[in-house]
């Protein structure tokens, strides 16, 4: 017996961003990267702290995309991909299904239950923790 092989899709969202009212400096992007093949789907969301950039983009020009490519060059390239990977396999697992049976290997021996369920993995949620460099004490 063959599988077909899934292709899915991946896709990246902005659920909230914090800011500071007085000059609309974003602090914080909660994001999230779902992956499906239009039957299945599995979703990881996480959010990070953003530096303090030297010139500020007024909040009402912020577009989805720009505030994702802040996220993607925060976390890296390598996190990225692997936040990638790890959401397409949660989605391909519920369209594998498992077999459980019950039953004792002693006495009659009866037909068993069979059971096929898919198993669904938690995405695990990413957060980063901000570096707070200390400022030198100068006497």
């Known amino acids: 017996m063959t599988a077909e092989a899934r292709q899915f899709t991946t896709n990246w ?3 909230n961003l914090e800011r500071m009212v007085s000059d ?4 914080k992007v909660f994001w999230a990267v779902s992956a499906t093949d239009g039957t299945y789907e599995s ?5 990070i702290d953003l530096e303090r950039p030297e010139e500020l983009i ?3 020009n912020l ?9 993607k060059s925060t976390l890296g390239d390598e996190s990225v991909r692997e936040l990638e990977e790890n959401t397409i396999r949660n989605a391909e697992i519920q369209g594998t299904p498992v077999s459980f049976a019950t039953g004792v290997p ?3 021996v009866e037909e068993p239950v069979v059971e096929e369920t898919p198993v669904v993995e938690e995405t695990p ?4 923790t901000p570096v707070v460099e200390e ?4 006497e």
Do not use: A, D, K, M
Not at 43 to 47: D, P, V
Not at 63 to 71: M, Q
Not at 135 to 138: N, Q, Y
């Open 43 to 47: 979703e990881t969301y996480g959010n």
């Open 135 to 138: 400022t030198p004490v100068v």
């Open 125 to 128: 949620v990413v957060e980063e």
């Open 13 to 15: 969202s902005i659920s």
């Open 24 to 27: 609309g400096y974003v602090y």
């Open 58 to 60: 007024p909040f009402e």
């Open 63 to 71: 577009t989805e995309e720009l505030v994702i490519s802040w996220v």
């Open 106 to 108: 002693w006495g009659t």
